[in-house]
């Protein structure tokens, strides 16, 4: 899972998807997430995320931001940007086509070929937040009915 700065979208997505394997004991499926940019390594994820998962029922609080570098396109078998900025980023850093072909708009999962972003909370309200949970936790039960139980 990757957006900008790893401390609101990807977090929350990769928080919501590791629930969500646990809930379901699904074994052997490995979840990350990182940023694109270098701006919070090191640094927890944003506290109204962190509260926004919690009152969810996800807990992130043991989530650190780091940076997407290329090592992960052989560390994961699938990369889901958060937006199209964040996705035009990892395809400038994929080695090859094999790479490219990792990259998905996670939004796609939910509505194919609309390539919608999962919009950043970060400047906004606290609703904001709320809503990019309930997108994510939309797309990742379609990634684990189509790629995990399918």
């Known amino acids: 899972m990757v957006c900008l700065g790893n401390i609101c979208r990807s977090p929350i997505a990769e928080g919501i998807l590791r629930q969500k394997l646990l809930d379901q004991n699904i074994e052997g499926v490995s979840t990350d997430s990182a940023g694109t940019s270098s701006y919070h390594i090191g640094e927890a994820p944003d506290a109204r995320m962190r509260q926004t998962a919690k009152s969810n029922g996800v807990n992130i609080d043991d989530l650190k931001a780091r940076q997407f570098v290329a090592q992960d396109y052989d560390e994961f078998d699938l990369i889901y940007a958060m937006d199209s900025s964040n996705y035009n980023n990892m395809i400038a850093l994929a080695r090859n086509e094999e790479d490219k072909s990792k990259v998905k708009l ?45």
């Open 106 to 150: 996670i939004l796609n999962e939910v509505n194919p070929g609309k390539n919608q972003a999962v919009p950043d909370p970060y400047y906004g309200g606290d609703e904001g937040f709320q809503h990019v949970f309930d997108l994510l936790d939309v797309a990742t039960d379609v990634i684990i009915d189509k790629y995990v139980n399918g």
